[in-house]
């Protein structure tokens, strides 16, 4: 349920409404938008007249049931976007945000030279993996911690905040050391504890669809995440698994300008395991931009056939800096631009 405040109502009425849904057992969510105030009510089993008991009380415009199931990542819940602020970079305000780097962190020397070809080219966040998810437990695991402090690093040297992912409630605080955005991964989605324990963190997660995940999945996912209080989700399609096997994924790119109706949340495209091949990340790349997508995050290699993981998708420098002068154009035909915070070296 969502109860609207009007543009007159008081603190005193804000608060009043809150002591009065705790009073009946229910929990409420405050977002305090530009122009009014909502609150998030929820609960399961309200009584029938429940929402016109509240309707009257002082400072109300309006109640509303929500049939969804989820709440806080509704746009009834919230109309207005969501933007997140990641060092200066603008994420969901419209500017085309870009992230990109290796699959995973191999190397002092690979991940150095990754970032700087990265942000020559106008990246804005610098992705890699320390701890890698892999589907057979013989392949490279990821450089944990020491991998961690390679992307450190790279962030000093070039000025690029990090993504990457995280895989254990254990490991949050210590990710939570070295990123600036945690990314939790496809198989991971539902990872109940880990999006719960990452909801609890002041730092903006990117929450990557599950593989097999229905959109709803996705959003009570990502539910969990906010209803601990951690507002800065961002949202990932990076394919999902289909009847064709042609490419590694497929890629549902139509979600995107669905997934912008159904939530007020960032969406990002991840074109590099969606696809599994690096000539086709860039023309499904300009396809994410054409529709609406708020970036990508791309998988760069100095050397993609010596990559410990994902080679055959990753671009070289050379290619990445042809996809970014390629976006701009397109950015361009979408009313908006590419994103241009300036690294702070
Ligand atoms: C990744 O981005 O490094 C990754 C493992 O992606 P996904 O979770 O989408 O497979
Ligand atoms: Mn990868």
């Keep these: 349920m969502i109860v609207a405040m009007s543009h ?47 309707e009257n009380l002082p400072g109300v415009a309006s109640v509303t049931r929500i049939s969804k199931p989820y709440k806080l990542g509704s746009r009834e819940f919230q109309p207005h976007d969501t933007i997140i602020d990641v060092s200066g970079v603008q994420i969901g305000s419209g500017d085309f945000v870009v992230m990109a780097g290796p699959c995973a962190v191999e190397s002092r020397e690979q ?3 990754t970032a700087e070809a990265v942000a020559a080219s106008g990246a804005h966040l610098l992705r890699g993996g320390a701890f890698k998810p892999r589907t057979s437990p013989y ?10 402090q390679i ?21 949050v605080e210590t990710v939570d050391r070295y990123t600036d955005v945690f990314q939790i991964g496809t198989r991971n989605m539902q990872n109940y504890p880990l999006l719960r324990r990452v909801g609890q963190m002041r730092k903006p997660v990117m929450l990557k669809r599950g593989m097999s995940a229905t959109v709803e999945e996705w959003l009570m996912a ?8 951690n507002r800065e989700v961002m949202l990932c399609e990076r394919g999902i698994r289909s009847f064709d096997t042609t490419l590694r994924n497929t890629l549902d790119l139509a ?8 939530t007020h949340l960032p969406i990002i495209v991840d074109p590099s ?47 990445f800096a042809d996809l ?4 701009e154009p397109i950015v361009a035909a979408t009313g908006r631009r590419l994103c241009s915070a300036v690294a702070a070296v």
């Design 8 to 54: 007159t109502a008081s603190e005193e009425d804000i608060q009043g409404m809150m002591a009065r849904l705790r009073q009946d057992g229910y929990d409420g969510q405050i977002n305090r938008g530009v122009e009014r105030v909502v609150i998030g009510v929820f609960g399961t089993g309200f009584a029938p007249e429940y929402p016109e008991t509240l």
């Design 111 to 113: 991940v150095m030279t």
């Design 139 to 148: 392949s490279f695991q990821g450089m944990g911690e020491e991998g961690l």
């Design 151 to 171: 992307l450190s690093e790279a962030r000093a040297r070039t000025g690029l905040p990090v993504i990457t992912e995280v895989m254990e409630p254990e490991e």
């Design 222 to 229: 990502t539910e969990y995440i906010l209803a601990e209080g």
């Design 255 to 262: 979600i995107v300008p669905m997934m912008k109706r159904l």
């Design 273 to 319: 395991h969606a696809t599994g091949k690096w000539y086709l990340v860039k023309p499904a790349a300009l396809a994410a931009a054409a529709i609406g997508a708020d970036g990508i995050i791309v998988e760069v290699h100095p050397d993609p056939d010596r990559a410990l993981s994902d080679g055959p998708q990753s671009l070289t420098p050379a290619n």
């Design 324 to 327: 970014m002068a390629s976006l």
